[in-house]
């Protein structure tokens, strides 16, 4: 199925480049843009971002195997925990 309709990308050739990267690099973050170079291409409007995700997500590969780093794994709660940005109340 045709995912990308821009640069002719379709779900074969997302999780044929996720595959291959997973194999160079087990640690490696892929991302869209990273699928996007491995083959070849570069995206032009957007369109297909959401979908485009979605087949990435549906591969078993895109996870990183590894353990996420202690330190790491409370960053989201932290970050949001600012209540207050300096902004006035009525911005
Ligand atoms: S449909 Fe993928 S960049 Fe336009």
């Not at 070849?40 to 979908?51: N, Q, R, S, T, Y």
Request: hydrophobic share 35%; with cysteine; aromatic share 6%.
């Amino acid at each position: 199925m045709i995912i990308c309709h821009c640069q002719t990308i379709s779900d074969y050739d997302i999780h044929a480049a996720i595959d291959w990267m997973r194999a160079a690099d087990p640690d490696t973050l892929i991302t869209p843009g990273k699928v996007y170079r491995a083959l070849g291409k570069a995206a032009e409007c957007g369109g297909c971002v959401p979908l485009f995700l979605e087949t990435m997500r549906a591969n078993p590969n895109l996870p990183i195997t590894q353990d996420i780093p202690m330190h790491l794994c409370t960053l989201r709660g932290a970050t949001q925990e600012k209540p207050n940005e300096r902004r006035q109340k009525s911005y």
